[in-house]
């Protein structure tokens, strides 16, 4: 009976053993079945939080997010879409109209100074070409070649040709690699950019990122240059093509802060829209051709219409390959000048013109004082 009893108790003894670790293997079973961890440390979680933290924050909060599965903290939550600030686009309206005014100001200057540059330097003209009929000429001289070149073009591609220059010369620094970061922050226009939203307004209008891009807007301005300049002259053209550069990117930026769809857009097609659109709209009646089509002829009013359809169609459908806001904003301010602009701001500049020749013509000790010195006419 006795080692019954001991053998009951050792039986009862390891029940309960068993028991008790049974016990214990369903509650840590149930625990991890029903998520339970032990409370994280607030030393640990800030710990882990600074280790997150990454300059790039979208980069940081996709790390967060692959690795935990989690959402990420607030601290490391982006908005990829900048929010809608039409505020913001008040100082680009200013720069907008400021340098309207300048460009067109410093044109009606340009042109007072040329007259009187060519009205001076006109007998001294006919002295210089007749030293040089006496003078021997020489054979394979390069400069001379070059003059010959430059004087064969017409009046609208010598005014031209500075800014395909300047594009090309933009283009070659998108090729350097240690200026993309200063080339995307001034040669691209984005309202939602935090620097440099009205230099590169302007800068924009000379840059692009794509050879096929630049070669296309180059042979357009080269095409309409010699009609536009003709029509307007250089001084005027020059106001017109730097004023619609900065007009089409605004009417770029009010189309993308309306919308909520930021991004850079770069190029001169905006620019380049007024000069066609102020060509049809003065000639509308003129051929055209597609350069890869040239058996396809239409005339020039027929040709805006369908342009401007187009860029009108893609603003309201929210197309992205163009930046079509800036199209239609740049078509729409030619037609606006040819119709309207001309009569309002360039015939109106005799004003200015007069206050700048009394100013050049009235100096300490000038001749005629004040009364003579003004009563001059350009």
């Known amino acids: 009976m006795a080692w019954r009893g001991c053998v009951l108790r050792s039986l009862a003894r390891e029940e309960l053993l068993s028991s008790a670790s049974r016990a214990n293997r369903l509650k840590h079973g149930f625990q991890q079945r029903s998520a339970f961890r032990r409370p994280v440390k607030k030393t640990d979680a800030k710990r882990g939080v600074e280790e997150e933290v990454d300059p790039s924050h979208t980069e940081a909060s996709e ?9 990420p903290p607030q601290s490391l939550q982006t908005h990829k879409t900048p929010p809608r600030n039409f505020g913001g686009l008040v100082k680009p309206l200013v720069f907008t109209i400021g340098f309207t005014g300048c ?13 009187k540059f060519r009205v001076q330097s006109y007998f001294d003209e006919l002295r210089a070409d007749w030293m040089e009929k006496l003078r021997p000429q ?20 010598r005014t031209v040709t500075g800014i395909i220059a300047a594009n090309v010369a933009v283009y070659c620094c998108w090729r350097v690699p240690a200026l ?13 950019a935090s620097k440099a939203v009205c230099s590169s ?5 000379f840059s692009h990122y794509s050879l096929l891009h630049l070669s296309a807007n180059m042979y357009v301005l080269w095409s309409f240059s010699s009609s536009a300049v003709s029509m307007l002259g250089p001084e005027q053209f020059l106001a017109v093509y730097l004023s619609a550069g900065v007009i089409s990117t605004m009417a770029s930026y009010i189309a993308k802060t309306t919308t909520g769809r930021f991004g850079p857009s770069l ?14 709209t003065k000639m509308p009646e003129a051929k055209l051709a597609i350069i890869f089509l040239p058996m396809f002829t239409f005339t020039a009013g027929n040709a805006l ?23 239609l904003g740049g078509a729409l301010f030619g037609i606006w000048y040819i119709l309207f602009g001309h009569e309002l701001i360039w015939k109106n500049r005799d004003s200015l013109v007069r ?19 003004g009563g001059g006419s350009v």
């Open 180 to 192: 993309q970061r200063t080339m995307l922050r001034y040669f691209t226009s984005d309202p939602s």
């Open 305 to 327: 219409k369908a342009i401007v359809a187009m860029d009108a169609a893609g603003v309201v459908l929210g197309w992205r390959f163009f930046d079509h806001a800036a199209h």
């Open 138 to 157: 020489k054979q394979g001289d390069f400069r001379k070649e070059i003059n010959q070149w430059w004087n064969s073009l017409s009046e609208g591609q």
């Open 63 to 71: 790390a967060w997010t692959s690795k935990r599965g989690v959402d």
């Open 201 to 205: 307004m302007l800068l924009s209008t």
């Open 103 to 115: 460009s067109f100001a410093t044109a009606a200057v340009w042109q007072y100074e040329s007259l």
């Open 355 to 373: 206050v700048w020749h009394n100013l050049r013509t009235r100096g300490p000790g000038g001749p005629g004082g004040g009364a003579n010195g």
């Open 267 to 280: 190029g001169a097609s905006g620019a380049i829209m007024t000069v066609l659109a102020a060509v049809c």
